[in-house]
């Protein structure tokens, strides 16, 4: 295979612009000549070996901070949005994505946030007569989407979140403690915990400061729940720097964002990075060792294993899904170039929706995507009940996943045959923008293809893709 050129004009002047150099300053400390510089931040050329080297050398740049992880995400959600029928007369070429993603990435986020509010719109168009004489009647972004969007940009990892939660699991010298030195945190606040016979998972009363905790949830989920509460008090004036950098359009975004740092930081005390990536490469990410080595569940283990993009220090590229049993994206991060739909559910190819069929097994797939990138997925069902009986029982399936260059150092790639073609299933994105032409689940034709309809002919599908 080919070696793929390195583009990333646009990290080259963000470097440039933190730390106040001039061009030609900058190309001086570079070794390389004014235009060539030019050139590179324009994506005319390619960053030579000889430059990224030197800015590891002088300015200790993490050259995986190179990578074109963030313009293959814009890329993605570009596409899935121009596969908007709005725009089927007007499709870019994917060059012309592609450009607009490395040499103008605000640009393309702005067209992103164009598309989302229009989308609104539309929906709220389509339900007019509800919406007639209500005072919210109007085009405001959803606050779910753009807290979202936040931590799909943020690769879904927050360094200063993240180390200060580290710092608070190894005060207490083993993760183990982890449950006893939240309770004691929280004492030392004044606040009492109990537990109660409740559906609530968690209730703090702040004029009592009184946390209650559901004595009917697992083990796990308590622990979790008490590192949160442990975040939203002792590590309020860390999250609300954090919000306020965000620069969050609605208060309500900012709420839900503030509860998902918190989330954040009970999942990084609970797995501390360290000692986390330290124990998922010596168990080749096993997801059942990881998780009583930790005391957390499946999912928050899978989630865990997504957010090690700490620079300098990045774990294997993993996403990871999650899924209703409608086929709705309820939770969703990509630090490999799959990319997932924005809207709607996921490829019905795609071994996470068959977990539902096999409860309690961990199944494993080979997939390739349309762009030729092949990928080893593990899927399961997550089942979160009630606690009693009659309460709703919650279920949905995850996926965590990498690329196959990745495989080896996975424990679920033992005994699965690498190297044969047709030992990879072809998945997709989105079916409006997916190109596999002959898939027996399209729901949608493409919309940057032809159709041609025979009515004397009925194949798999009810028309051809020219």
């Not at 936040?150 to 200060?164: E, L, P, S, W």
């Not at 260059?405 to 679920?412: C, I, K």
Request: aromatic share 8%.
């Amino acid at each position: 295979m080919a070696t793929q050129k390195l583009y990333a004009g646009a990290k080259l002047r963000e470097l440039r612009t933190r730390i106040g150099h001039t061009q030609k300053d900058f190309a001086a400390k570079l070794g390389v000549s004014l235009p060539y510089l030019n050139q590179m931040e324009n994506n005319n050329r390619p960053v030579s070996t000889t430059v990224v080297l030197a800015l590891a050398q002088e300015f200790g740049l993490d050259v995986t901070e190179l990578s074109e992880g963030d313009s293959e995400r814009l890329v993605s959600d570009m596409r899935e949005a121009l596969a908007d029928p709005v725009f089927a007369e007007t499709l870019p070429p994917l060059a012309d994505l592609r450009l607009a993603a490395s040499n103008a990435p605000t640009f393309a986020h702005a067209f992103l946030k164009l598309h989302r509010n229009y989308r609104q719109m539309q929906e709220r168009l389509a339900s007019l007569d509800e919406a007639l004489g209500r005072e919210d009647a109007r085009a405001t972004p959803s606050p779910w989407e753009e807290v979202r969007d936040f931590f799909h940009y943020c690769d879904n990892y927050i360094d200063a979140v993240d180390r200060a939660a580290e710092h608070f699991a190894t005060k207490q010298g083993t993760h183990r403690n982890i449950r006893v030195a939240a309770v004691a945190t929280l004492g030392n606040s004044d606040v009492t915990v109990e537990f109660a016979e409740t559906d609530r998972l968690r209730l703090y009363d702040a004029a009592a400061k009184k946390l209650t905790l559901s004595r009917r949830a697992p083990a796990e989920s308590q622990t979790f729940q008490l590192l949160l509460q442990v975040a939203l008090i002792k590590q309020d004036a860390l999250l609300e720097a954090t919000l306020d950098l965000a620069r969050f359009h609605t208060a309500e975004a900012r709420a839900i964002a503030k509860i998902g740092l918190a989330n954040y930081f009970a999942g990084a005390a609970l797995m501390p990075y360290t000692k986390f990536q330290q124990v998922a490469a010596e168990c080749r990410h096993d997801l059942e060792v990881l998780a009583g080595h930790f005391g957390a569940s499946i999912e928050q283990v899978a989630h865990r294993l997504s957010t090690l993009q700490r620079p300098g220090s990045k774990g294997i590229p993993f996403f990871f899904v999650r899924v209703d049993q409608a086929g709705t994206i309820t939770k969703r991060h990509s630090a490999t170039r799959l990319q997932f739909a924005r809207f709607g559910g996921a490829c019905p190819l795609w071994n996470v929706h068959r977990a539902f069929e096999l409860p309690g097994r961990f199944l494993r797939q080979l997939a390739e995507t349309p762009d030729g990138v092949r990928y080893i997925s593990l899927a399961r069902d997550v089942t979160k009940p009630g606690g009693r009986f009659g309460a709703p029982v919650r279920r949905y399936a995850i996926a965590l996943g990498c690329e196959i260059r990745h495989a080896r150092d996975l424990v679920y790639a033992d005994g699965m045959d690498l190297t044969t073609d047709h030992a990879f299933e072809p998945i997709g994105i989105s079916c409006r923008i997916c190109e596999r032409t002959t898939c027996h689940q399209r729901a949608v034709p493409p919309l940057e293809r032809q159709l041609k309809v025979d009515p004397n002919l009925r194949d798999v599908l009810p028309y051809s893709i020219e």
